[in-house]
Each structure stands twice: as structure tokens, then as C-alpha cells.
């Protein structure tokens, strides 16, 4: 049973173009919610992450948004550059304001990025 | 520079072999992950220690599977015997301290039994 989906394994966006990624997630006891960016042959690494007592994060080029009451958070990334085109993670993990809960990060499958020149 | 280092970064052998995957976490960091990726289950958590202790390792097929912390320098994933299913790329990362925040990954040991 999949508790963070992402139900696009992939998308193709234009060079300069928005690129949006899609994360949907199932347990209500997720609190906290990352995106991690994996290239060819390398470990996954840390992009940007979001809490539940925000709805938005910022970070140059990417924004996260979550929608708690949809279980619904979407990254955003403007402009598409070139080296972008990578497999995007979404994560969660619970009990950071409710106690509780357990360490490590539950994924989903991962959607891959091809900005197209 | 700081980083998760994963032995071997590729392993082909066969099927019933023993299989040892070796990590050192990032220096000081106290909170070790082992995780697995497939294609068609994406990033699975297989087990993971905090402090050298395991805390879970609920994801792990435990009757060929092991996993050990034998320092804090050390982490050691083994599978015995393998089977063709276990082909896959698996991950160490390390965090340190606290309950959230983001995981240091190593590049992976990409594992192909036949």
C-alpha cells in the first residue's frame, strides 16, 4: 500500500517552461514532506522541503506548495533549465508536531523530468 | 567534503551467493538508513540504527537479509543466499540527530544477481 504517491513516472516540459511535479500522500499522520532530485548513477539528493503548518516554500527556482485538507503537495520548478531533467522524489515522514512518530522517510516512486531543449 | 560512502558501487554474482554491502555514514552522523530501490517499488526502507542500535528493520526479508552497525563508522547490509529478486540499487544515507530533516544518500551499490 503506497502512502506517498506520485502517479506521474514521467513528464516532459519545455526548456523555460513551469515544470510541475505531483505528490499525493494517504497517511494523515505526515507532517513533514521533502523532494529529493536523483540523477543517473548518484544517491538521491535534498532539494526542498515543506512542513504542515506551512502551505508554501520557496527556494529560488522551486516552490513547494501542500494542500493539507487534498493530502495533495506539488513541486515547482521556474524556469526549466537543461539540468533539471532528473528523477524527482517526493518523501514524508510523521510526528514532527505530533509526537509519535517513526525516523526514516517514506517515498514515493519518483516522476523523471526531461526538459526538452 | 562530507559524504555517505557505499561499497561496492556494482556487484553481479549468483544466484545462493552471499552478498555484503558496506556503508560509512557521513562523520558524526548517528541515524543510518538502508533503502532499496526498484522500479517498480521506488525507494523502500529496508532498516535503520540510530546510536549503532537497530530500530526497525520491519522492511527487510529476514530470513536472508541482516543488517549491522559493528562501529559507528560501519554499516553492513547482507543478503544470504541471494536470489534473482534481490537485484536492485541499494542506498545507505545518515542523518544526525533529530526525528526530521533531510537524509544524506550515497551513490548506491547497484546489486545484479543471476
Known amino acids: 500500500d503506497q502512502q506517498v504517491k506520485q502517479n506521474s513516472p514521467s513528464l516532459s516540459v519545455q526548456e523555460g517552461r513551469i515544470s510541475i511535479l505531483n505528490c499525493d500522500y494517504t497517511n494523515s499522520m505526515f507532517d513533514y514532506f521533502l523532494w529529493y532530485k536523483k540523477y543517473p548513477a548518484e544517491g538521491p539528493t535534498f532539494l526542498i522541503s515543506i512542513s504542515s503548518i506551512k502551505d508554501k516554500n520557496e527556494d529560488g527556482r522551486f516552490t513547494v506548495f501542500l494542500n493539507k485538507s487534498a493530502k495533495h503537495l506539488s513541486l515547482h520548478i521556474v524556469p526549466s533549465q537543461p539540468g533539471d531533467s532528473a528523477v524527482y522524489f517526493c518523501?514524508?515522514?510523521?510526528?514532527?508536531?505530533?509526537?509519535?512518530?517513526?525516523?526514516?522517510?517514506?517515498f514515493g516512486k519518483g516522476t523523471h523530468l526531461i526538459i526538452q531543449p | 567534503d562530507a559524504r555517505v560512502t557505499q561499497t561496492p558501487r556494482h556487484k553481479v554474482t549468483e544466484m545462493g551467493q552471499e552478498v555484503t554491502m558496506r556503508c560509512q555514514p557521513i562523520l558524526g552522523h548517528n541515524t543510518v538508513f538502508w533503502y532499496r530501490q526498484t522500479m517498480m517499488q521506488g525507494l523502500e526502507l529496508l532498516a535503520y540504527?540510530?546510536?549503532?542500535?537497530?530500530?526497525?528493520d520491519s522492511g527487510m526479508p529476514k530470513d536472508r537479509f541482516s543488517a549491522e552497525m559493528p562501529d559507528a563508522t560501519l554499516a553492513t547490509l547482507k543478503i544470504q543466499p541471494s536470489e534473482p529478486r534481490d537485484s536492485a540499487v541499494y542506498f545507505c544515507a545518515s542523518r544526525l540527530g533529530s526525528l526530521h530533516g533531510e537524509l544524506f544518500f550515497g551513490e548506491g551499490s547497484r546489486l545484479t544477481v543471476l
Open positions: 540504527f540510530r546510536n549503532r542500535a537497530p530500530l526497525d
Open positions: 518523501a514524508a515522514s510523521a510526528g514532527m508536531y505530533s509526537g509519535g512518530g517513526a525516523d526514516g522517510l517514506t
